[in-house]
């Protein structure tokens, strides 16, 4: 985010504020048309504070959006619009009048990025401010959580909960306190997140070496003989015919008796680490060593492993030295852990698709801060080929198209968000192209990479821009060539799939055309994406395989998958059911 520099002798902000802070708080959506509650006089503080500390002024966007966060509301405000401030300055005002604030993000690299970026800040207000990341030992965390202001991924915090909750000394726990929460990226955290347990995972003693028998049990079996998948994709069974492969070469044992459960409980598994879970997709393999990847981050997720055998299991597939099985301790769902807070503010780029949803679950009412500067950004309809491979061959020709004029161009949600396909896809790009890759296998390196695919010429293929909150600046980190990138129509977002939902799409479409900057985004899609083969009806799945000519038909048929994946989540939500039997759970 650019802001403009100023002397701090220019702001009369005492008598500014009370002009719009405490105005009706219009937001486009919302059901609340009420003067803000918030102290003008606190927040002129913390106005001050900013450009003592930080060295530029808040936009009236940001400090109307800080304004709405601390009255409650969930704040929507458009990607590069300077979400990290306004939510900063509202907990600077939650400090000031003697309130502990958590600002909860969805990862700790922007964590601890936010924290120390508006350290200034909060340091010229006289507050404290600390982070914790999944490195922090118990001492390393104890300590941050006294601090005003505790930057943290709300995974960590949901941890430290169970982690307590297992420690029989007081002097184990480091006790956070849920007073106030901020939560960024909130429809990511409290919607998509909203049901995923959080689980915190003991060692079982167990031997797990029958996993490795397991695992060369399944190997004969085949898919519809021996054993068949769900509609989503989320669960394995063996059917009659793999029941009886499996007790044949298992010595002619009955995989139903007592004595023989542990083996039926290793085949299980050992299947389902086959079928189910997939390297470079699921994880990676790593000095002898699995490491999980956050599919919806695009990071692997340290010092995490999946509970009850199935990591075991994934070690067993890769012919790894098998580690102890994990077991189950407790688990909370991201909702649960939010809902202990006593206050609860959120903003997001895309709240408003959702604001019926943070009702329903929260209690919690939305609204929208217009952009700074009006939006001049081109977003050409989504284009949908009959197979993955014509929309590949599409891919690479636009790619090759922008990059010839010198506009930089940034790929992301590569296929199914793998490793293994973001890589592929930059082997049919000309060498000399120099494209650029980020996905879990480099992601120390994101910040570097993507502050510059805003360059001349760039091209930059990413499995997933989802709480990356690195600002693509035209021209490069210091914009030193903006005017030349300007020329070429600024920044080209092209996706190569939709996603699971509407909103996640019109968030991509947001790294495009920031803070009033041109750009275009492009939007891919094939009737052989899995979005569409896992979620539209049987008549379309028919349709589909007669052939689609008409590219209307291939719209409707996408909008309509889209539609059903948007349905069935929301109603796991309602239902509260756990989205997959692999979550994650802490070591």
């Known amino acids: 985010m650019t802001y403009p520099r100023v ?8 008598r500014r504020l009370p002009r719009w802070a405490s105005r009706m708080l219009g937001f486009a959506g919302s059901t609340s048309f009420r003067k803000s509650r918030v102290d003008a006089g606190l927040l002129a503080q913390v106005n001050a504070a900013v450009v003592q500390g930080l060295g530029y002024a808040p936009f009236e966007e940001q400090i109307t959006a800080a304004a709405a966060l601390h009255d409650g509301h969930a704040v929507e405000m458009d990607t590069g619009e300077g979400k990290t401030l306004a939510g900063a300055m509202a907990a600077a005002v939650f400090a000031l009048e003697g309130r502990h604030v958590h600002v909860l993000s969805v990862n700790d690299y922007l964590a601890r990025r936010d924290a120390l970026w508006m350290q200034p800040m909060f340091r010229a ?18 300590s941050p959580y006294s601090a005003d202001v505790v930057y943290a991924s709300f995974s960590e915090v949901g941890y430290d909960v169970l982690r307590d909750r297992q420690s029989e000394r007081a002097g184990d726990r480091v006790d956070p306190r849920f007073d106030v929460a901020i939560v960024d990226e909130a429809d990511a955290v409290m919607i998509d997140d909203g049901m995923t347990p959080l689980v915190l995972a003991g060692t079982d003693e167990t031997t797990s070496e029958s996993l490795a028998d397991a695992t060369e049990l399944v190997m004969a079996l085949r898919r519809t003989v021996h054993f068949e998948l769900d509609g989503d994709h989320a669960t394995v069974s063996l059917t009659d015919a793999g029941i009886d492969l499996i007790e044949a070469r298992a010595g002619g044992v009955n995989l139903y008796d007592g004595e023989h459960s542990e083996l039926l409980t290793d085949v299980n598994l050992a299947l389902h680490a086959r079928e189910l879970v997939q390297r470079d997709v699921d994880y990676l393999v790593v000095d002898d060593g699995i490491r999980l990847i956050n599919t919806a981050r695009g990071r692997v997720a340290q010092l995490q492993r999946w509970p009850d055998g199935l990591h075991a299991a994934v070690e067993a597939k890769e012919r790894l030295p098998i580690t102890p099985r994990g077991m189950v301790l407790d688990q909370i769902t991201v909702q649960d852990l939010l809902l202990r807070y006593r206050s609860l503010a959120r903003m997001s780029g895309t709240i408003l698709p959702v604001a019926d949803e943070l009702q329903e679950f929260y209690k919690l009412e939305s609204g929208r801060v217009e952009r700074h500067r009006p939006s001049i950004r081109e977003d050409q309809p989504v284009r949908v080929f009959p ?3 014509e929309k590949t061959v599409a891919i690479v020709e636009e790619v090759l198209r922008r990059h010839g004029i010198g506009q930089p161009v940034l ?5 199914t968000q793998s490793v293994a396909e973001s890589e592929a896809l930059v082997g049919k790009l000309p060498a000399p192209l120099g494209a650029r890759v980020l996905n879990a296998r480099n992601d120390a390196d994101e910040a570097k990479i993507i502050a510059g695919a805003g360059e001349y010429g760039a091209v930059t293929i990413s499995t997933q821009m989802s709480g990356r909150g690195t600002d693509i600046r035209l021209g490069g980190a210091d914009e030193r060539d903006r005017d030349r990138v300007v020329a070429t129509g600024g920044l080209a977002v092209i996706a190569t799939a939709l996603y699971p939902s509407a909103r996640l799409d019109l968030q991509l479409r947001g790294r495009g055309g920031r803070q009033g900057d041109p750009g275009t985004t492009l939007l891919f899609a094939s009737l052989e994406d899995e979005l569409v083969q896992t979620n539209v009806t049987e008549g379309a799945l028919h349709s589909i395989a007669r052939g689609v000519t008409d590219v209307r038909a291939r719209g409707r048929i996408v909008q309509q998958a889209q539609a059903i994946a948007e349905s069935v989540r929301l109603d796991r939500h309602r239902s509260r059911r756990y989205p997959s039997p692999t979550a994650r759970a802490d070591s």
């Open 7 to 14: 002397d701090s002798t220019e702001l009369d902000l005492r």
């Open 387 to 389: 197979t993955d491979e």
């Open 125 to 142: 207000l006289g507050l404290n401010v600390s982070w914790i990341d999944q490195n922090s030992s118990a001492e390393d965390r104890r």
């Open 411 to 415: 790929v992301a949600r590569v296929g």
